[in-house]
């Protein structure tokens, strides 16, 4: 259950070439380079020649959205949780789409996507969950910070994510009212999502049931989830686990979605999409695809050269899903049912849809 961030990056996916170069003979890598360059460019041609009246792709190129770094006080629990606020063009009450980081994450994470969003109509919440956040082995010694982070991948780290969750939403409403969010939100647009340890909280928070200890964690403000990496409960089956989901589920993974810390490989991840019943539902397979995928920046040990086309996806179909069901947007409905997708993603990648209820 971890995030791009767990530990320095020293490979941003935008420059892959530099390192990918000390690995492996400089003209193989420039030939391969070259020839995911010239996939991305016919991918883009293709998605525009389909793209019809609704393009998940398209952005004022003159946006940049302005953010602002928040600390949300949970009093019954004497706690602090850092947030970041990415804000809409406009200051026109907006839905809300949160943001759980993995596992040695923070609230810088994955800023593509919060930007992105936020340039599409959307406050974007992205929020820093202390004891399983980058606070945990930036001051620990190189040597113990693997330790260091599979003891905070813990029970008690995951209660208190989900609590985290609450409390934001909580804190949320009351700012709406009265304070730095006043009157720019419209909370019954509510969005979760997550990568990794983050998605394991998004789960909890959006539907998933805990048969064993009888635990209730669903939030009903939520309407729909991304899940970046997804995962089953060890406790329990998938069918046990997902089968009472009541809302949209999407379902994002790779084919070498494995992390450093925890047990679950990549074909275990494709268990949870099966196991939903009786609402939309959605899942892509990124080919190739690492871990690393859903963050800004690739892990340390991912062996593979970063695919242009991956990020570009994956704000594609985040954005039509929140469209289609937090906007009830029925062209992004229709793109997300339709050939949309194909028309972004490679031949390799997978997709499935089940959009009926």
Known sequence: MSEGHWFPAKIDVSGVLADVATDIDWKRSLSIMQRASLVFVSLVLVHFAWAGSYDPLVVDPNFHPKMRDLTVHDAARSRDIPVRVYFPPNDKPA??????HGLGGSR???KFLGERWAARGYVAVFVQHPGSDDLVWKNAPPAERMAVLRKAASLENFFLRVGDIR???DQLEAWNKSGPLANRMDLTR???SGHSFGAVTTQAVS????LMSGTELTDPRIRAAVIMSPSTPKSETAERAFGEVKIPWLLMTGTNDVAPIGETDAKARLTVYPALHGVPKYQVVLKNADHSVFADRALPRD?????LNHHRVIRALSTAFWDAYLQDNKDALAWLNGAGPRSVMEPA???????QK
């Open 349 to 355: 990648d997978d997709w499935r849809a089940s959009p």
């Open 108 to 110: 810088q994470g994955s």
């Open 167 to 169: 409390a934001v939403l």
């Open 303 to 307: 062996r593979r050269p970063g695919n």
């Open 207 to 210: 539907g998933e049931t805990f």
């Open 190 to 192: 509510i969005g979760m």
């Open 95 to 100: 839905p809300v789409v949160l943001f759980s």
